[in-house]
């Protein structure tokens, strides 16, 4: 069983940078697709990025291009989302996930393609 747990949420101010962190408990992090998601209340579980097996393919949703960067340090079984220039509509629970195998260059982008998640860390922004 994976257990994911993510880390680095928190309060900062519009136009300011945090980075989130996921960690991966299973000895074959190396074979997991990897992806963030984001939900604000009142609304659905929406797709931040994603990240392939092998770390070469990134995605992102359109409202967080250019300003976030998934990367992946297998050594440490480690997924990250740094978040730069923050705006108050990047205030939502942050997800990270996880999904065992399938092609190593894909990027996976609706909930339903992953099978482990974390419990979530609150990001606020402030205007």
């Known amino acids: 069983q994976v257990q994911l747990v993510e880390s680095g949420g928190g309060l900062v101010q519009a136009g300011g940078s945090l980075r989130l962190s996921c960690a991966h408990s299973?000895?074959?992090?190396?074979?997991?697709?990897m992806g963030w998601f984001q939900q604000a209340p009142g609304k659905e579980r929406e797709f931040v990025a994603a990240?392939?097996?092998?770390?070469?393919?990134?995605y992102y949703a359109d409202s967080v291009k250019g300003r976030f960067t998934i990367a992946r340090d297998n050594a440490k079984n480690t997924v990250y989302l740094q978040m730069n220039s923050l705006k108050p509509e990047d205030t939502a629970v942050y997800y990270c996930?996880?999904?065992?195998?399938?092609?190593?260059?894909?990027?996976?982008?609706?909930?339903?393609?992953?099978?482990?998640w974390g419990q979530g860390t609150q990001v606020t922004v402030s205007s």
């Open positions: 996930a996880a999904r065992y195998g399938g092609y190593s260059d894909i990027t996976y982008r609706q909930p339903y393609e992953y099978t482990y």
């Open positions: 990240i392939s097996v092998n770390g070469r393919s990134t």
């Open positions: 299973g000895r074959t992090f190396t074979s997991y697709a």
